[in-house]
């Protein structure tokens, strides 16, 4: 089986390297998985593109802005039967993929996502990003009926093939949950997996409260829309 690991940067040049060499390929390989790393990059102006190349990850650059519009991209360039993305700020752990992919074909799932709270570094999530947060997946949970406890995660799992089943309209931060509720909504086999989550390496670019707020609006206005 073909995986592709998917990771959007900016600026992530004192991540990105732990983040890559985390991968546990030779454990994958022994697994049967053959691994593509993409790095979806928005412009950075710093190293973050020659670092990831020197360790094996494809670049790929994406001038758009946007984190959703990032995924998009790779999405279409990713050759995985198999898709699995994380930040490019060592939030994630990559080595717990054996053990989600296992579930995954175990379970015969065809959508994972991670939960981040339940085993998280305490200064991992700044408070006012956890309140927003909180807000979010409630929001998420009352307007879709998606029964999900963490609804910004950027970690997930799933088959490739779902894409075509997926209405995503967002190129900003809310295709986290956008992608979420679509597979959810969908009917497809969907977990969410609790895993460990680290403080980021590198410095913050989320404005918390601006992207709350466009998060909160992008919900409300999907569901309108829908209906
Ligand atoms: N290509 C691309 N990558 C982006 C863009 N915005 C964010 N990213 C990357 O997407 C990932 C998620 O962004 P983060 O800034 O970590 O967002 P977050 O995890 O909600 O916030 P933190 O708690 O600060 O980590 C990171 O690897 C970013 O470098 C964008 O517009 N384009
Ligand atoms: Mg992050």
């Known amino acids: ?3 592709s690991i998917i990771i959007p940067t900016i600026n992530e040049e004192k991540a990105i390297g732990q983040v890559i060499k985390e ?8 697994n049967n998985y053959k691994t593509e790393i993409l790095i979806i990059d928005g412009a950075s102006t710093d190293s973050t593109k020659s670092i990831a190349e020197k360790q094996g990850a494809k670049v790929i650059t994406e001038k758009r802005k ?3 519009r990032a995924y998009k991209t790779g999405f279409k360039k990713a050759k995985g039967d198999i898709i699995i993305t994380a930040d490019g700020d060592y939030t994630y752990p990559m080595t717990a993929i054996p053990d989600l992919l296992e579930t995954l074909n175990k379970e015969n799932l065809d959508f994972i996502t991670t939960n981040r709270f339940k085993h998280r570094d305490k200064k991992s ?4 990003h956890l309140i927003g947060n909180h807000i979010l997946t409630l929001a998420t949970q009352l307007l879709y009926h998606v029964k999900i406890k963490d609804s910004q995660s950027g970690m997930w799992i799933f088959r490739k093939k779902i894409l075509k089943n997926l209405t995503l309209t967002s190129d900003g931060m809310p295709f986290s949950e956008e992608i979420k509720i679509e597979a959810y909504k969908k009917g497809l086999r969907c977990k ?3 895993i460990k989550y680290r403080t980021r390496i590198g410095e913050v670019k989320l404005d918390s409260y601006q992207d709350g707020i466009k998060n909160l609006k992008f919900l409300i206005t999907k569901k309108l829309r829908h209906n």
Do not use: A, D, Q, S
Not at 23 to 30: D, M, R, V, W
Not at 125 to 128: E, N, S
């Open 1 to 3: 089986m073909k995986l």
């Open 23 to 30: 991968i546990p390929i030779k454990t994958l390989e022994k």
């Open 66 to 68: 946007g984190y959703g």
């Open 125 to 128: 999530v700044r408070t006012l």
């Open 192 to 194: 969410e997996i609790p």
